[in-house]
C-alpha cells in the first residue's frame, strides 16, 4: 500500500487537470497529451511499480511443502483405518486442501494432491466435489499406470450422484483398460449399479418458484434525485418485491470465496494454480464459468495488485464482463471520441423497459465523480491509469480490438475512460455483501473441513451452529436495479444476499405508487440523524429530507436504546443523552469514545459506569462457576442503569454469551441453572436485537444460533412459539439455510414432538 501510494503522489505531481474536471474521457485525452517526455515519466513509473509488485516463487518449495501436508493427510486417513472415524476423514480433507493450495504450479504435487482429496472427499460423502478432484487430478498429469483408480472413483461417484450418462462412460473406459482381480471385480459391481439406476424411475427436478412479475417502476424526477422506484400497485409486508442477480462482485479483504458464485462454505475449494492462492472457485463449473474473467486478472492477483485498488477493481470486472455486450454498438466506430461519444448515448437513453440488460443499467448508473474531492478524483484517475496499463502490458485484452478500425491506442483510451466512469459510478451504486463466517477462523482455512463441527456433510454437530454466528461483509457488488431505489432513513426493504443474488422483501405494507426506498447506512434506529447526514452527505453527496430526517425529534427512536437511569444516589432519573453534544459519542464504551463522559441531563453529573468494567472483569473470569454466578447477576443489575432495550445491555448480553461459549467449547461444563440463565440472556438479547433491528435480521439470526445450541442439547426449557424461530431461515444464503435447516431437523425438531 505504502509503494502505491509513493508512486500515486509522484504521478500526481506530473499530472495536471488543466481546467478542471470534464469527464472521465477529456481526463484521459488530457493525460495523452502531456508533453512527451512527461508522459513517459509517467507512465514508467506505473510500469516499474508494476514490477516491483512481482513476487519470488519456488516451485520446488511449493511442491515440498504440498508433499509434507499430504503426507500428513495419508497418516491421519490410515490412522483412521484402525479407529475409522468420520472426523478423520475430514481432518485429512482438510489437511489434502492445504497440499492442493501449497502445490500451486507444481503440478505432479497437485495431481496427487487432487487424487489423495478426491478419495478422502467420496469418502466423507461430498461426491460432487470428490468427482470434480478427479477430473483436477487427471487434468494435471496424474501418473498413468495409476489413471484407472480415479477413473474408478468417478464411475463411484457418479453412481452415487445418480448419474448414469459419466457412470456408463467412466464404465466404458475402464473396460478398455487391464485390470487386476479386484477392480475387476469393482468394475463389475458398478455395471449392476448401473442397470439398477437405469430401471429406478427417474426423480422429479424441483424448482423453486422465482416471482417474475416486477412490482416496482422506475420514475424519473428531474431534480436531483433522480430515478426512483415506486409500487405499481400495493404490495403487502413480507411479499417479495424484486430479485436480481449479479454478474460482478469481488471479495473483500481477500475473503477466500468463490469468484463465480460468492459460495462462502466450500468443502474443496479450487484454488487457480497460477495467482499464489488467492483466487478459489467451489467447483470447476464455477472455474469454468469465471474463465473468460480470470485470464485477465490472474497476473494481477499474481502480483497481489488488486487490494490495493478497492472499488476501481470492482470498476475493472464490469469493464472485463460489459465489453463483449458494449462491443457491438461501437464496432463501427473509427476514433477514440467517436466510440466514447456512443458509450455516452448508450448511458443517456432513459430505462427502455424493467427488463434492459445489466450492461445497460451499469452503464446508466449515476456518477458522482464530477463531486468528488480533487484528491478522491486523482485516485481513481491513476487507479483507472494503473489497470489499463496492467492490460495492456500483462495480458492479451487489447488484442480483441486488433481487427477494428480504431486504434489500439484509441481503445487504451476508452478502456482507462470507462473503468474510471464505472469507479465513478460504484463510489454511488455500489453494494456490500454480507455472510455468515465462522469466527476466528485463518483465512486459508475452510469451515467445512473442520472435523470437530461436523459430523457428516453439511451437518453440524450438536451445540455447534453459534460457529456461524458471525455476520461480515466479503463482497463488493455491482446490483444496478437495487440501485435504483433511492435513500430514506426507514426502508422499505430488506435484501437478503445469496451468494451474488439479492432478493428483497417489503418490511412494511407499500401503497400502490408509494415510494421503495433502500437504506445506504444505518437505519433511524441504530443510528442519529447527524451520522446518517454525514455519511450520506460524504459518500452519496445529497442531504436527506426522508419523513424521519424532517421530525422535530428525530433521534427519537434511536435514542430510546440509550435511556440511562443516573448512577448518583440524590438524582436516580431517567435520562437521555445529548445526542447533540455527544454527537458519535453515545458509544462512549469503544476506546476511541473514551473521552467523551456521558452527563446526566437531569443532575448535569458525569456517569462513571464502574458496573461496566466489573462486568468485563467478570466475563474475563467466566471459567470460574462462582464467577459465572456473579456475572449472570451483574447482567440482571444492568436494569438499574440501562433502560429498557438499551443498545449495551444487548452489546454485553453478546459478549457474555460468548465468552460462556468459548470456555464450554474449551470443555467447561455447566449445569442446567446455569444453561437457563445463558437462554434467558440470549432470549433478552433476541428481544432487543428484534426491537433495533428487526427479526429478521442478520444480526438477530446470528445471535439466534446460540439459544438453537443450548434447546438442541436439551439444556433448557423451550416453547413452540420459539420453535418456530425455523421460519427466519428463509432469510439465510441457501448455502447456510441448507446448514441451519439440517440441524433443526437433527436436534431440534423432535423437541416438538
Ligand atoms: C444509488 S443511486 C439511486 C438512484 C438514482 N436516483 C438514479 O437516478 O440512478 C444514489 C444517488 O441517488 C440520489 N439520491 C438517492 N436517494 C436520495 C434522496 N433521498 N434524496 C436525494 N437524492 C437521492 C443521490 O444522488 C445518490 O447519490
Given at each position: 500500500m505504502e509503494l502505491l501510494a509513493k508512486v500515486f503522489s509522484q504521478q500526481d505531481e506530473l499530472m495536471t487537470l488543466d481546467g478542471g474536471y470534464k469527464d472521465e474521457f477529456e481526463t484521459f485525452k488530457a493525460l495523452a497529451s502531456m508533453p512527451a517526455e512527461k508522459l513517459q515519466r509517467f507512465q514508467q513509473l506505473g510500469l516499474k511499480l508494476m514490477q516491483d509488485l512481482e513476487q519470488p516463487h519456488d516451485r520446488n518449495k511449493c511442491a515440498e511443502r504440498s508433499r509434507n501436508l499430504r503426507e500428513k493427510g495419508n497418516l491421519v486417513l490410515r490412522g483412521s483405518a484402525t479407529g475409522s472415524s468420520q472426523d478423520a476423514v475430514l481432518n485429512a480433507c482438510r489437511l489434502y486442501t492445504g497440499a492442493v493450495f501449497e502445490a500451486e504450479d507444481a503440478v505432479d504435487e497437485l495431481s496427487l494432491a487432487f487424487a489423495n482429496r478426491g478419495m478422502a472427499l467420496q469418502e466423507y460423502g461430498y461426491y460432487r466435489e470428490a468427482y470434480d478432484d478427479c477430473v483436477n487430478a487427471l487434468e494435471c498429469g496424474y501418473p498413468e499406470r495409476l489413471r484407472h483408480k480415479v477413473i474408478m472413483r468417478q464411475a463411484y461417484c457418479a453412481w452415487e450422484l445418480k448419474n448414469i450418462a459419466s457412470l456408463e462412460e467412466h464404465l466404458d473406459c475402464l473396460e478398455q483398460l487391464q485390470l487386476n482381480e479386484s477392480f475387476q471385480q469393482q468394475l463389475e459391481k458398478l455395471k449392476q449399479k448401473l442397470d439398477l439406476l437405469k430401471n429406478q424411475p427417474k426423480e422429479q427436478e424441483t424448482q423453486e418458484k422465482v416471482e417474475?412479475?416486477?412490482l416496482g417502476e422506475i420514475l424519473t424526477d428531474s431534480g436531483q434525485r433522480g430515478r426512483y422506484m415506486v409500487a405499481k400497485d400495493t404490495i403487502s409486508k413480507g411479499k417479495v418485491i424484486f430479485s436480481e442477480r449479479a454478474s460482478c462482485f469481488v471479495p473483500l479483504e481477500q475473503h477466500l470465496i468463490c469468484q463465480q458464485c460468492a459460495a462462502s462454505l466450500m468443502s474443496a475449494p479450487i484454488p487457480c494454480p497460477k495467482c499464489h492462492q488467492r483466487v478459489v472457485y467451489c467447483s470447476r463449473k464455477c472455474r469454468e464459468a469465471h474463465s473468460a474473467i480470470h485470464k485477465f486478472e490472474c497476473a494481477a492477483y499474481r502480483k497481489n495488485l488488486l487490494k490495493l485498488l478497492g472499488v476501481s477493481h470492482l470498476a475493472l470486472r464490469l469493464v472485463l464482463s460489459y465489453i463483449p455486450y458494449i462491443m457491438p454498438h461501437l464496432e463501427e466506430r473509427t476514433t477514440a471520441k467517436d466510440i466514447w461519444d456512443e458509450i455516452m448515448n448508450l448511458s443517456r437513453k432513459p430505462e427502455a423497459s424493467e427488463i434492459s440488460p445489466e450492461y445497460l443499467r451499469s452503464l446508466r448508473m449515476v456518477s458522482l465523480l464530477d463531486q468528488a474531492s480533487k484528491a478522491e478524483l486523482t485516485y481513481h484517475i491513476l487507479c483507472a491509469n494503473f489497470l489499463q496499463l496492467y492490460l495492456k502490458g500483462h495480458t492479451d485484452f487489447f488484442d480483441q480490438f486488433g481487427s477494428l478500425s480504431a486504434s489500439t491506442e484509441d481503445w487504451q483510451l476508452i478502456i482507462s475512460s470507462l473503468i474510471l466512469r464505472f469507479a465513478g459510478q460504484l463510489l454511488a451504486n455500489a453494494h456490500v455483501g454480507y455472510a455468515l463466517l465462522a469466527v476466528g477462523m485463518e483465512p486459508n482455512e475452510f469451515i467445512l473441513l473442520q472435523p470437530d463441527l461436523w459430523q457428516k456433510p453439511r451437518h453440524l454437530k450438536r451445540g455447534k451452529l453459534h460457529i456461524l454466528s458471525h455476520s461480515e461483509n466479503i463482497t463488493a457488488i455491482n446490483l444496478p436495479y437495487l440501485s435504483l431505489c433511492n435513500h430514506a432513513c426507514e426502508p422499505s426493504i430488506r435484501t437478503k444476499l445469496d451468494g451474488c443474488s439479492v432478493v428483497n422483501y417489503a418490511v412494511k405494507d407499500i401503497s400502490d405508487g408509494e415510494e421503495i426506498f433502500n437504506c445506504y447506512t444505518g437505519t433511524y434506529m441504530t443510528s442519529s440523524k447527524l451520522q446518517r447526514f454525514e455519511a450520506l452527505k460524504e459518500i452519496y453527496k445529497f442531504e436527506c429530507a426522508c419523513a424521519k430526517c424532517t421530525k422535530t425529534d428525530p433521534d427519537q427512536n434511536y435514542l430510546s436504546f440509550h435511556r440511562y437511569r443516573c448512577e448518583k444516589p440524590n438524582c436516580r432519573q431517567e435520562f437521555i443523552p445529548d445526542a447533540r453534544v455527544q454527537r458519535n459519542n453515545l458509544i462512549w464504551w469503544l476506546a476511541s469514545n473514551a473521552e467523551n463522559p456521558i452527563i446526566c441531563t437531569v443532575c448535569q453529573e458525569r456517569q462513571d459506569f464502574a458496573w461496566y468494567n466489573e462486568f468485563l472483569g467478570l466475563i474475563g473470569s467466566c471459567a470460574d462457576s462462582s464467577k459465572r454466578q456473579d456475572l449472570f447477576k451483574a447482567f440482571d443489575d444492568l436494569d438499574k442503569w440501562l433502560v429498557d432495550y438499551h443498545s449495551l445491555k444487548r452489546i454485553m448480553a453478546a459478549e457474555l454469551v460468548t465468552a460462556c461459549f468459548i470456555k464450554i467449547d474449551e470443555g467447561t461444563s455447566m449445569d442446567e441453572s446455569e444453561y437457563e440463565d445463558l437462554a434467558r440472556i440470549i432470549r433478552k438479547q433476541l428481544e432487543g436485537t428484534a426491537a433495533q433491528y428487526g427479526d429478521t435480521s442478520m444480526e438477530y439470526i446470528a445471535r439466534m444460533t446460540y439459544l438453537w445450541d443450548i434447546i438442541a442439547q436439551k439444556k433448557c426449557r423451550t416453547n413452540e412459539k420459539e420453535l418456530q424461530?425455523?421460519?427466519?431461515?428463509?432469510?439465510?444464503?441457501s448455502e447456510h439455510r441448507e446448514v441451519f435447516l439440517n440441524y433443526y431437523n437433527d436436534f431440534i425438531e423432535q423437541q416438538c414432538k
Open positions: 417474475e412479475k416486477a424461530m425455523k421460519g427466519k431461515v428463509k432469510y439465510l444464503a
